[in-house]
């Protein structure tokens, strides 16, 4: 039996189910529940893809799509607490594609045509902001749908002029260029330590009542801030 797993922010916002993820486990632990659900803070999460045997109709590509906008919807910010590891940077994925997670799908088997595929991806992406787009669409053997920046192909959706549409008969190498897009994104990605404090805001203001032996007008002074 397949498990399902799903990745969540500090604002208990869950993904749908996702077949691929990559997280660094180092910085933030992996949930499981009883039933062998996996859940992934989205701060440490990199990358996720959907896999598809085929993907001969729009709806499931549309689907497909939707699973992975689930996906960047989420607050990597972790509600403005979250700073990457490495450079000590507030996270904000809104306006920094190297805040973001890397989305993509892989087809292994028959799919939409190039130019249906392509259509179908400018009709999703017109309809939503930047940072809700996926980064690469794979469909083995047959071709490669990822953006066109100032500078080249480029699977950076904030900087996207339009989509760059490569076709397998151009290339042999469609697979190590989809490598080459995702280990650069793996490098460069901001990964975050879990913000305990956002996850646990809803918890609320400490109502203890508190109790020390010293004479009632002068408590201990660190006490004293907060015994009313």
Same mark, same amino acid.
């Given at each position: ?31 499981q529940t009883i039933g062998g659900t996996h859940y992934y803070p989205c701060e440490s999460v990199v990358a996720v893809g959907q896999v598809k045997s085929s993907m001969t109709s729009e709806k499931t590509f549309m689907a497909a799509? /939707? ?70 669409? %794979? ?19 904030? @900087? ?39 996850? %646990?805001?809803?918890?609320? @203001? ?6 020390? /032996? ?15």
């Amino acid at each position: 039996m397949l498990k399902d797993d799903l990745v969540f922010d500090a604002d208990e916002h869950v993904s749908e189910q996702i077949d691929i993820i990559i997280s660094d486990s180092l910085l933030c632990p992996r949930f499981q529940t009883i039933g062998g659900t996996h859940y992934y803070p989205c701060e440490s999460v990199v990358a996720v893809g959907q896999v598809k045997s085929s993907m001969t109709s729009e709806k499931t590509f549309m689907a497909a799509l /939707s699973n992975l906008e689930s996906v960047k919807n989420l607050d990597r910010s972790g509600g403005g607490r979250a700073v990457d590891e490495l450079t000590g940077e507030p996270i904000d994925p809104l306006t920094n594609h190297r805040h973001q997670m890397f989305t993509f799908v892989l087809v292994t088997g028959r799919s939409l045509s190039r130019e249906n595929a392509t259509t179908a991806l400018m009709n999703f992406i017109l309809k939503r902001d930047a940072h809700l787009w996926p980064n690469v669409i %794979l469909a083995l053997d047959q071709y490669l749908l990822t953006y066109c920046c100032d500078a080249g192909v480029c699977p950076n959706p904030l @900087d996207a002029r339009g989509i760059a549409s490569q076709a397998a008969e151009e290339t042999q190498d469609l697979v190590m260029r989809f490598y080459l897009l995702l280990a650069s994104v793996i490098e460069v990605t901001a990964v975050s330590r879990l913000p305990y404090h956002s996850y %646990l805001r809803r918890m609320g @203001d400490w109502t203890a009542k508190v109790y020390h /032996s010293s004479v009632e007008d002068d408590p201990p002074p660190f006490l004293s801030s907060i015994v009313r």
